[in-house]
């Protein structure tokens, strides 16, 4: 397998901290077509979805690649009488993990401000509340402000603020090894980006589309835009999906780290198509890829979404260690193979495979 490249690794950390929350993904769609600069010609929407096609002289059937720019985040709903703010949050976040967090809140003039999620502290609990599950309705978004007025004038904060955990990745290179927030999606869209680098000039059998989608997490919302735009036969469907690993007895682990990319047979939002899912297990495996298979209980995809139009849709799920909270963990192996996979498929999948789907 190729190694990973610095630039890669700078690509995808830069990924985990661009601000993006479902809504507000200017930083995220920026950092794309800067990374597609000269590799493709893309366009952006007045939503903040990106697209665009690899090879459109070349024929064959349309492939989309898609990833979403959004991540989970939070937004301001009311400021109470002493500063504080009652906030939602977008997409699913988990109550038990947002006590004591540190999130970044995008300030009127568009500057940073960190604000701790604060829960009624212990000395202050019945026994009653001591012992119960803390709810989202009951915690504040806390700047440090004593009142409305300065959370409003000073901090530039106010109803609708958006916010994303304040979070800083890193890599440890020997262990080839990434932490950071937001890698549901942004580690998929760094495998996008890489494949559409990498098939760049080659010729293949097919035309690569791009897709880059926003406010997948509130509800896979974005995608159809490109969708309608690009008018694929086929889409991949690339995410940062939940690795199962640490909490799964062994017969039920289906995302680990290091065993490769994950590709759903099933989930809440879409029954994998099984002729093109058994067409990329094989080729993958043919070509020495490593793959995992799963099948999900819970779980959703822009493929959800499209393939409801009657496109056959893939998923390649980069393992990621604790999506949807602050701290995430995915390794560059499985990255990569994630990309060596979707490249494989645009450069074998012609007309002739697809009339078999
Ligand atoms: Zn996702």
């Known amino acids: 397998m190729t190694q990973i490249t610095k630039r890669e690794v700078d690509r995808i950390l830069a990924l985990s901290d661009a601000f993006g929350p479902s809504g507000m993904e200017d930083a995220v769609s920026a950092l794309v077509r800067a990374e597609l600069d000269g590799v493709l010609e893309l366009t952006e929407d ?182 309608k735009a690009l008018q694929p036969d086929l889409m991949i469907c690339f995410e940062g999906c939940p690795a199962d690993d640490t909490f799964q007895p062994d017969y039920m682990i289906q995302a680990a780290l290091r065993k490769g990319p994950m590709l759903r047979h099933f989930d809440r939002s879409m029954i994998t198509s099984p002729r093109f899912q058994k067409y990329a297990l094989d080729l993958g495996r043919a070509k020495g890829i490593p793959l995992q298979e799963s099948v999900r209980s819970g779980g959703g995809t822009d493929g959800g979404m499209i393939h409801t139009e009657g496109i056959p849709c893939i998923v390649v799920g980069i393992p990621v260690r604790y999506i949807h909270s602050h701290h995430c963990w995915c390794t560059a192996e499985d990255y990569l193979a994630a990309v060596d996979l979707a490249a494989e498929i645009c450069r074998n999948l012609d007309a002739e495979v697809l009339a078999a789907f």
Do not use: W
């Open 46 to 227: 007045r939503m903040r979805n990106v697209r665009g096609e690899l090879n459109p002289d070349s024929s064959g059937p349309k492939i989309m690649l898609d990833a979403h720019l959004d991540e989970v985040g939070v937004i301001v709903q009311a400021i109470r009488p002493n500063g504080t703010m009652n906030f939602l949050p977008l997409g699913g976040m988990t109550a038990g993990n947002l006590p004591s967090s540190l999130f970044d809140l995008k300030a009127a003039d568009g500057s940073v401000v960190k604000a701790a999620v604060a829960a009624k502290p212990p000395h202050f609990m019945s026994a009653s509340e001591r012992n119960s599950a803390p709810a989202i309705e009951d915690m504040v978004l806390d700047c440090g402000s004593v009142s409305d007025k300065e959370t409003r004038e000073d901090f530039g904060l106010g109803v609708g603020s958006f916010g994303v955990p304040a979070v800083k990745a890193f890599y440890k290179e020997e262990k080839g090894l990434f932490f950071g927030k937001a890698f549901d999606c942004r580690i998929g869209v760094a495998a996008q980006i890489e494949t559409l680098r990498r098939l760049k000039g080659e010729k293949l059998p097919c035309r690569v589309q791009a897709s880059f989608a926003v406010q997948e997490e509130v509800g896979e919302r974005g995608v159809y835009a490109n969708y």
